[in-house]
Every structure is written in structure tokens, then in C-alpha cells.
């Protein structure tokens, strides 16, 4: 089994739409992130969590929102989806202690806003 | 302004080459990684290094803290490498280059 898995991999929706992307981990990591990828840019961090009860705004939280709902779970919203959103999503998850340095990425999420 | 910035940005190669990925950054890290995408889109780390070089079967990567640079290496290269690769960089957060896309013909 995937030790990051997202929910759905693929989907494609109508400006002003409310979407949510999930994430969840089995490592029992405590740090998750949430990126997007678009042609030509690297990977662009939208927020991040170190624990249950931490969020924090990454280099382009506006237009989303997060929860971490668990340890193990990580979600993305989008509550009016635009067209400039479509990207690929991903999440990632990493220790917090031992190789902290280190990220393990989820499969990806293509959503696509029309 | 890129934190990590990489060349070259597209490769075509042919099968048996050597190949030669660089990767420069400009601010503190910890710890950089290269990291592999397939067409699919899933990523997966190759390497996480902070100083020296690591190998792993065809792939070597070398880092120069005082140069602030990264080189990834692939010896007789072969068609499934082709892949984007990406550079990353652990500082206060993770910078991600933008990547390379090697096309490794047959």
C-alpha cells in the first residue's frame, strides 16, 4: 500500500464550485504539505502542517483553505474553484524528527476548473 | 528570483549515454534532494543529500556546499529514465527547481 494516498486523482469542475482534495499518510508522519505544480514552475508550497493543531500559510494559500482533520489526514479546499487553479496537486508528508529533511510524495491530484 | 535553479531545463539522449543534470541554489540549506517524475505525475526521491556524493545502481549525485551546487549524474543511460527531474532544497522551507526533462532514446 501507498504510504501517501489522495482523493480523487483526477477531477475536472466549474468555476465557483466548492472542491476538496484529501490526503492521508500510514507512515505516522506528524508534518503533511500541500503543493501545486504548474507547467514551467516548480513545485509551489500552499500550506503546511506540523502537528494536528498547526496550520500555516505557505508562498500561495489565497483562494484555499486546509484541515487536518487527524494525524493522519490532510485536506485541501478550494470553497469557488477559479480557472487559474487548474494544476496539479500534490501532498506531501515528512518526519518530524529523525531525517527531517526528508518528503514523501502522495500520487498527485490533476484538477482541471472550467 | 528562483532559489534553485536548474539546466539544462530539456535533454534528448541516446540510450548508453552519460548524463549530467545541474542543480544551483542561493540560500542556507540543511539537506537537497533529487527527485523523480514520471509522465504519470507521481514524484519519488532518488536522493537526499547534505554533503559528499551518494550512488545508487546508475544514478550518482554530488554535492558542493561552498558552491551551492548539485549534480546528478546518470551512467548508460536507457529509455525508462526518461523522467522530469527535480532539484530541491531543505532551508526554512523546501525550494523546488523547476526541472528537466530528459527524453533517453532508444
Known amino acids: 500500500d501507498a504510504d501517501v494516498t489522495q482523493t480523487p486523482r483526477n477531477r475536472i469542475t466549474k468555476t465557483g464550485k466548492r472542491i476538496m482534495l484529501e490526503c492521508s499518510q500510514t507512515?505516522?508522519?506528524?508534518?503533511m504539505y500541500w503543493y501545486r505544480q504548474d507547467p514551467g514552475l516548480g513545485l509551489r508550497l500552499i500550506y503546511y502542517s506540523f502537528d494536528v493543531k498547526d496550520i500555516n500559510k505557505g508562498e500561495i494559500s489565497d483562494g484555499y483553505s486546509v484541515s487536518r482533520q487527524a494525524q493522519a489526514k490532510f485536506s485541501l479546499s478550494l470553497e469557488s474553484a477559479i480557472p487559474n487553479q487548474t494544476a496539479l496537486y500534490f501532498c506531501a508528508i515528512g518526519p518530524a524528527a529523525g531525517e527531517v529533511d526528508t518528503q514523501y510524495f502522495g500520487p498527485g491530484t490533476r484538477l482541471t476548473v472550467l | 528570483k528562483n532559489e534553485v535553479e536548474q539546466s539544462p531545463q530539456n535533454l534528448t539522449a541516446q540510450e548508453g549515454e552519460f548524463i549530467t543534470i545541474n542543480c544551483s541554489y542561493s540560500v542556507g540549506i540543511s539537506a537537497l534532494h533529487w527527485l523523480q517524475q514520471h509522465p504519470g505525475g507521481g514524484i519519488v526521491s532518488l536522493f537526499m543529500?547534505?554533503?559528499g556524493k551518494k550512488k545508487h545502481g546508475r544514478l550518482i549525485a554530488t554535492i558542493n556546499i561552498q558552491e551551492k551546487h548539485s549534480s546528478l549524474h546518470i551512467t548508460a543511460s536507457h529509455p525508462r529514465d526518461s523522467a522530469v527531474y527535480i532539484c530541491a532544497v531543505a532551508g526554512n522551507q523546501f525550494y523546488f527547481g523547476t526541472g528537466t526533462s530528459l527524453t533517453v532514446i532508444p
Open positions: 507512515k505516522g508522519h506528524d508534518r
Open positions: 543529500l547534505s554533503s
